[in-house]
């Protein structure tokens, strides 16, 4: 009869698991921004993102993420150094990935047609650096020259806020603003915020 306990469990664990939901989701953003009183500078942003999650109950869902930001900044206003050197343009490019574990939280059933979410967890930031600068001398000559490459990484926290439209039972718009910033420095929540747009995929 002890025996029959210990069955119990397992039979409800394998129950469980054959009705478990995961989620499937791609989300991607772009943004340009055009600045300088000539209007001759820009910084272009890409995001892509995805996520696996599986749904604890029916409104909480544990999620793994992913993304990858590539910010170029170009320059192209003349600076003016020593002995008739200037800097015609410059090029900034910073990548970033972001591994990261949470909990989604949805304040709606997976049957509603809008689900607005909250989520909060821990990630992982790698984060690469680099500079380019083309240069011109008072005669006409010219020359290139890069910074080192900068790489770090940075213990994180990340939230984001997000609203789900159902089409059907398994497929539903996304749309959620996110955050990343290094641990426990909530003052710069606001520092990097995305708003992405995607899709997910309940598998049942």
Not at 69 to 87: A, F, H, K, P, R
Request: proline residues 1%; aromatic residues 16%.
């Amino acid at each position: 009869m002890r025996y029959l306990f210990l069955f119990i469990p397992l039979l409800f664990f394998q129950v469980s698991i054959a009705q478990a939901a995961f989620e499937l989701g791609a989300d991607f953003s772009y943004n340009k921004t055009v600045f300088g009183q000539e209007r001759n500078n820009k910084q272009t942003n890409r995001t892509y993102s995805g996520s696996i999650g599986y749904y604890m109950s029916a409104l909480t869902v544990l999620e793994f993420n992913y993304s990858y930001t590539d910010t170029i900044t170009q320059q192209n206003d003349e600076i003016s150094l020593d002995l008739g050197i200037s800097i015609t343009s410059l090029k900034n490019e910073v990548n970033r990935e972001v591994f990261g574990l949470g909990l989604r939280q949805f304040f709606a059933h997976r049957n509603a047609r809008l689900r607005p979410s909250l989520s909060l967890g821990y990630a992982k930031q790698f984060i690469s650096d680099q500079t380019f600068y083309n240069f011109q001398d008072s005669f006409g000559n010219t020359a290139s020259t890069s910074s080192p490459v900068s790489k770090r990484r940075e213990d994180s926290l990340f939230g984001s806020a997000g609203l789900q439209f159902r089409f059907s039972q398994t497929l539903a718009f996304n749309a959620s603003i996110n955050t990343v910033f290094k641990a426990f420095e909530f003052n710069r929540a606001g520092d990097n915020l995305r708003y992405t747009f995607g899709i997910r995929w309940i598998i049942l």
